[in-house]
C-alpha cells in the first residue's frame, strides 16, 4: 500500500476553457506543466493522472506520466480521485487539479505533511487574496473558516462582505485537497450533487453538507488555477518572468 497517492483528475469537456488540460503553454501542455509540478514535491510511483478521455491518456503515456483511466460518469474531480482509491489502495489521497500549473511543490509537501499528521480529516488549502479583482472575481472560490481552521463556507461570491460592499480581507481556495478513503466513499454514495454544491459549482461543499468537518490549510500565493483564456496570459508571464 503506498503511504499517500498524488491524483491529478483531467477531462477534456471544460465549457470556459476547450480541451484545457491539452492548451499549449510556452511548448507544454496545462496538463504536463501541472504533473511536473508534483514531480518537484514527490517521487513519480505517488503520481497519477486520472481521466476519462482517451486523447488525454495518450498524450500522457507519450511523456511517460503514469495515467489511469475512469468512467464518464463523474461528476466531479474528488468523485474521480475516488474511482483511483478503488484500483489503488493508498492510506490517503491528495488532489491536485490539474489545471494548477505554477502550483508550489511546497505547498504539495505541506499536504503530504499535514495528511500524517491529520489522517482521518479532510483538508484543503488557501492563501489571502491580495486585489479587489480576485475577490470580485466568480471563477475564484473565496473561504470563511473558523479560528482554529475548521471551513464554515466557500463561495464564488466575495465573502466576507460588509456594510460598505468594500473589499477589506478575504481568503482563496489553493486546489490541493486530501483525502481519507473513507471520506471519498461517502462523497459518492451521494448520486447527485448537493444542494449547495449544485448551486455554487464547488464540490468540497458537498462535504460540509454531509455534515464533514473540511480543515483549511495555509499555503502559497503561488496558484493560478487555470478557468478562462485570460489565466493563460497570466501564466505565461508568470512563468517569463520568473522561470
Not at 495515467?67 to 492510506?91: F, H, K, P, W, Y
Request: glycine share 4%.
Amino acid at each position: 500500500m503506498k503511504p499517500y497517492l498524488i491524483v491529478i483528475p483531467a477531462r477534456l469537456a471544460s465549457t470556459r476553457l476547450p480541451e484545457k488540460p491539452l492548451v499549449d503553454i510556452l511548448g507544454k501542455s496545462l496538463l504536463q506543466r501541472t504533473f511536473e509540478q508534483c514531480l518537484l514535491a514527490s517521487p513519480k510511483e505517488y503520481i497519477v493522472v486520472a481521466t476519462d478521455d482517451l486523447k488525454i491518456s495518450n498524450h500522457c503515456e507519450e511523456r511517460g506520466i503514469p495515467v489511469i483511466m475512469t468512467s464518464t460518469d463523474c461528476l466531479t474531480g474528488t468523485d474521480r480521485v475516488a474511482e483511483v482509491a478503488q484500483q489503488i489502495e493508498a492510506n490517503y489521497y491528495i488532489n491536485v487539479q490539474g489545471d494548477e500549473p505554477v502550483i508550489n511543490p511546497d505547498d504539495i509537501r505541506d499536504m503530504i505533511q499535514a495528511a500524517v499528521q491529520y489522517p482521518d480529516c479532510i483538508l484543503n488549502g488557501y492563501t489571502a487574496i491580495d486585489s479587489e479583482e480576485d475577490y470580485r472575481s466568480l471563477t475564484i472560490p473565496k473561504v470563511v473558516f473558523k479560528p482554529n481552521g475548521d471551513l464554515l463556507y466557500m463561495s464564488r461570491s466575495p465573502i466576507p462582505g460588509n456594510k460598505k460592499n468594500e473589499f477589506q480581507k478575504s481568503w482563496r481556495q489553493v486546489c490541493i485537497y486530501g483525502f481519507p478513503k473513507s471520506a471519498l466513499e461517502a462523497f459518492v454514495s451521494v448520486t447527485e450533487k448537493t444542494p449547495l454544491e449544485n448551486e455554487e459549482d464547488i464540490e468540497v461543499l458537498r462535504f460540509l453538507e454531509l455534515d464533514f468537518t473540511v480543515k483549511m490549510l495555509p499555503m502559497s500565493n503561488d496558484s493560478i488555477a487555470v478557468d478562462t483564456p485570460e489565466d493563460i496570459h497570466k501564466v505565461i508571464h508568470r512563468l517569463t518572468q520568473h522561470g
